[in-house]
């Protein structure tokens, strides 16, 4: 039987990382069934999932943590229920940007929410205005709209959203 653990991993990014992770988690005897990599500045951060025997899901979560000390990284690791693979039928792209004000991500996620609409990918960036000063935003989700919901309905309430917010932004369908 198949066993699988989400490992996330943190620390200040460098050369030979992802290297060494990977032979830790193939002398494990473990698979990488997905991953998602970033660098924040000068930080790296790393979230997979692995799969493998019991046996070597143990042999993973002794073996990781000890490589992440010797790199001086942080770890956390969580066995996981059966990966599923994303709903790739109905994905939308989402774009919004507008002046950046606290809470503005909390009522975007929410509506979304309130459609069941998962998203799958996330990035933000914060800039400020080089002719009026003000902290902007620009973000960009990917995300799996359920089947039944009307897109068009969405994008609707989706731009009177926007509007109350001063934002600009749309959905729209990726193929």
Request: with cysteine; proline share 1%.
């Given at each position: 039987m198949?066993h ?5 991993i ?13 032979s830790?988690v ?5 698979n990488i069934?997905d991953?998602?990599?970033a ?9 997979m999932?692995?799969?493998g ?8 979560e002794?073996?990781?943590p000890?490589v ?5 990284l ?11 693979k994303?709903?790739?039928k ?8 507008g ?13 979304l929410?309130?459609?069941d609409?998962?998203v799958?990918a996330?990035r ?32 609707l ?5 926007l509007d ?12």
């Open positions: 198949k699988q653990l989400i490992v996330t943190l620390g200040s990014d460098r050369v030979g990382i992802l290297s060494a992770l990977a830790a193939s002398e494990a005897g473990c069934l991953s998602r990599q660098i924040y500045g000068q930080d790296f951060s790393l979230t999932i692995l799969e025997t019991q046996s070597s899901i143990t042999k993973a002794l073996k990781l000890m992440c000390q010797q790199l001086d942080l770890s956390m690791m969580k066995r996981t229920q059966k990966h599923s994303q709903n790739l109905h994905m939308v792209d989402i774009k919004l940007s002046v950046d004000t606290v809470g503005v991500m909390q009522k975007v996620t929410s509506f929410a309130q459609f609409i998962a799958n996330f933000q960036k914060t800039y400020t205005n080089k002719e009026t000063q003000q902290e902007m935003m620009q973000c960009k989700m990917v995300a799996s709209v359920p089947d039944g919901i009307e897109l068009t309905d969405v994008n309430a989706f731009q009177t959203l109350a917010l001063g934002l600009q932004g749309q959905i729209s369908e990726k193929y």
